[in-house]
């Protein structure tokens, strides 16, 4: 099976834009979680999606949005970008969310 | 939420020696992860151990989750085992809480 993959690796942006990063699970997995790694804050959860529904929420401004289509396929957006949002973006999936979770490589987020 | 320790933060060994990673936690858990994550970001699953103990090859794994704490044993260590070992405990499906992790360095 393909592992967990993320699009794009690398993505440069300005502050006050507005950014999506997407994360293809593992095939059958329906959970999705994601994460930001800083080396300030470490890795922090941001939400996790199952069947399309948001069941958990990190502690994160509302800047920061997800959703899941029917694939299971996930998006994450943040929206008016700040210095801090700099950051390792990485998703995981798992076949319940209670299971093994798999991580993808990660989406390199820099705010300049 | 749950609160995370892992300890030592740092190590340094010489090729070929033993260590122990350990990790201790707050709440009672439903499972818990070890995890490696190499240079480039990737974090490498290593044992699903939210109770007992695993091996797989030189790499060991043991969790007490009544007493809050799961111990990751590494023997004959090697170059490549050098990076960040995360513990990661989850009580919510889907949601890890991730210690500080330990960073290992192995010189040849």
């Known amino acids: 099976k393909a592992g967990v993959t993320q699009t794009p690796r690398y993505l440069i942006k300005t502050r006050g834009q507005q950014v999506t990063l997407s994360c293809s699970p593992i095939s059958g997995h329906r959970s999705v979680s994601w994460y930001q790694q800083t080396p300030g804050q470490g890795l922090q959860f941001l939400f996790e999606y199952f069947s399309e529904t948001q069941r958990n929420k990190g502690n994160f401004p509302g800047r920061f949005s997800g959703r899941q289509f029917s694939n299971s396929r996930s998006e994450m957006n943040v929206s008016t970008l700040e210095l801090g949002d700099s950051a390792l973006y990485l998703c995981?999936?798992?076949?319940?969310?209670?299971?093994?979770?798999?991580f993808g490589p990660g989406t390199r987020l820099t705010v300049l | 939420g749950i609160q995370v320790e892992q300890s030592p933060p740092d190590l340094i060994l010489q090729e070929g020696a033993n260590s122990t990673l350990r990790c201790n936690f707050s709440d009672s858990v439903n499972n818990l992860q070890w995890f490696h994550q190499n240079p480039w970001g990737q974090l490498i699953n290593l044992f699903y151990?939210?109770?007992g103990t695993k091996q797989n090859g030189r790499l060991s794994a043991t969790t007490v989750a009544t007493e809050r704490y799961s111990l990751l044993y590494i023997s004959s260590s090697q170059t490549t085992d050098s990076g960040v070992y995360f513990c990661?405990?989850?009580?919510?499906?889907?949601?890890?809480?991730f210690g500080d992790g330990t960073t290992l360095t192995v010189k040849p």
């Open positions: 995981a999936s798992s076949f319940q969310g209670s299971d093994t979770q798999y």
């Open positions: 990661a405990p989850r009580a919510n499906a889907g949601k890890s809480t």
């Open positions: 151990i939210p109770s």
